[in-house]
């Protein structure tokens, strides 16, 4: 669960922003988002086309990491397993009211 990272993007027009959601900690999910790249139709600012470009392949590469992680198959059967019997709780009884209890006698 904690190294599942999920990629996404916002397109607006020729701007891309880059999103990440993922589960550090395995109970709270955090969701961030970087700062908008730009598409530049021109090829002198092709520079600045290629870093969205690279942005969109780091973000593939994770995409196939967590796909390789979701799909792994070896330890599915543990986990099958463990969500089948969860842990069980300890059993105790909670009495419908609580006795009153007795003062004792001073001599």
């Given at each position: 669960?904690?190294?599942?990272?999920?990629?996404?993007?916002?397109?607006?027009?020729?701007?891309?922003?880059?999103?990440?959601l993922d589960c550090p900690k395995g109970y709270v999910c955090r969701y961030m988002?970087?700062?908008?790249?730009?598409?530049?139709?021109?090829?002198k600012q092709f520079s600045r086309t290629l870093d969205a470009l690279v942005s969109?392949?780091?973000?593939?590469?994770?995409?196939?990491?967590?796909?390789?992680?979701?799909?792994?198959?070896?330890?599915?059967?543990?986990?099958?397993?463990?969500?089948?019997?969860?842990?069980?709780?300890?059993?105790?009884?909670?009495?419908?009211?609580?006795?009153?209890?007795?003062?004792?006698?001073?001599?």
């Amino acid at each position: 669960m904690r190294k599942i990272n999920i990629p996404g993007f916002i397109h607006a027009g020729a701007n891309l922003i880059k999103t990440n959601l993922d589960c550090p900690k395995g109970y709270v999910c955090r969701y961030m988002r970087e700062a908008p790249l730009e598409i530049y139709a021109d090829v002198k600012q092709f520079s600045r086309t290629l870093d969205a470009l690279v942005s969109i392949i780091y973000a593939k590469l994770k995409i196939l990491n967590t796909m390789e992680i979701v799909n792994y198959t070896t330890n599915s059967s543990d986990n099958l397993k463990r969500w089948k019997n969860p842990r069980r709780a300890e059993k105790f009884d909670i009495p419908d009211c609580h006795y009153t209890p007795k003062k004792r006698k001073v001599v």
